[in-house]
């Protein structure tokens, strides 16, 4: 009888060793090369994991160092595993209203069928950051094709990479950069996603790019610092505690790992936090590349573990990642 229990938990465990890990880098955009700020759903009807990043136009000849990061579509991978990507399209996103549009960093939810995403978009190609940048809501069935819903009244025309997450008690929060306030994060609720009410502030500091996620009894918000990430914990949601050690600041050994890691997506799939990040590897601190030239522009999406002891969350970019995330039903 033990053998009989045995057998399939030393075929499990064999089969976790045998894992392959994920290559460094995970994805590079065959486009523009120019993969950014990645968010990660499962796609219930083409029952694979799709990545959704800000494709920005590395391959573009831009003097202003500006241009080349407006005019941008939002990219989409596709996966089985979470360790494989390839190519997939651009989202066909059902909202132009101005020429020369730009959308950027995306986040995406699914409830009661139907995706959500919540999404910065600024109104041109522009040599210069002096824009109005807004949140809009959009919503799909198939992940492919988004239709607009609105535009989020929040507390200025100055905001982006919005985070959405659902609270214990069925509503929801949408955290987002205020760029007029120093770059801090502010929030917003909702009750059904359509109509939010701005709240104020969440966190003081400067940094963009916050990511929500609940894992290990505690919900983190990891936010990009441009020096690596910052992460606060918190027991509610409302008031945020920062740990004093920053992750992927140091530059990890792997192919194009070594720079700082930006803006990011974190996944937790059977128990296991991944960090979905993107490097650019022309700006490595011993051998820069010369500015504005396609090697400083382009961007690549990295993935590594996270791990969580006595308190703090660590994660070694330089260890492998062996990925294999479990399909929903």
Excluded at 33 to 47: E, F, R
Excluded at 246 to 258: N, V
Aim: charged share 25%.
């Amino acid at each position: 009888m033990k053998r009989i229990i045995l057998l399939p938990l030393l075929l499990y465990a064999a089969g976790l060793f045998a894992q392959e890990a994920a290559a460094k880098p995970l994805f590079d955009d065959p486009v523009c090369h120019g993969a950014a700020d990645p968010v990660v759903v499962w796609n219930s009807q083409a029952k694979s994991w799709w990545m959704f990043y800000t494709n920005r136009r590395a391959t573009l000849t831009d003097s202003t160092g500006v241009a080349w990061v407006h005019g941008t579509r939002i990219g989409i991978a596709e996966s089985k595993d979470g360790r494989t990507w390839k190519y997939r399209d651009t989202a066909n996103i059902n909202y132009r209203p101005d020429s020369g549009y730009t959308f950027w960093a995306p986040d995406i939810n699914e409830n009661k069928g139907l995706y959500h995403m919540y999404l910065t978009y600024v109104p041109g190609i522009f040599n210069n950051w002096n824009h109005p940048r807004h949140i809009i809501h959009l919503t799909s069935k198939d992940l492919m094709n988004w239709q607009y819903e609105s535009t989020l009244n929040l507390v200025n025309d100055k905001v982006i990479d919005p985070s959405i997450f659902q609270l214990p008690d069925g509503s929801w929060r949408l955290w987002y950069n205020n760029e007029k306030d120093g770059k801090s994060i502010w929030y917003a609720d909702s009750k059904d996603l359509y109509h939010w009410e701005d709240k104020g502030k969440a966190i003081a500091a400067r940094g963009e790019g916050p990511k929500t996620f609940q894992w290990r009894g505690k919900y983190f918000m990891i936010v990009d610092v441009w020096k690596g990430m910052e992460i606060y914990s918190s027991d509610d949601l409302l008031h945020w505690t920062k740990q004093p050690s920053r992750i992927l600041e140091e530059p990890g050994k792997g192919l194009d790992d070594q720079a700082i890691g930006g803006h990011c997506d974190v996944v937790v799939n059977n128990d296991r936090a991944y960090v979905f990040y993107f490097t650019h590897p022309g700006r490595r601190k011993d051998k820069p590349a010369v500015r504005n030239s396609f090697e400083d522009k382009r961007s690549v999406i990295q993935l590594a573990e996270l791990k969580y002891a006595n308190g703090e969350i660590t994660c070694n970019r330089d260890e492998p990642a062996k990925i294999q995330l479990v399909n929903k039903k």
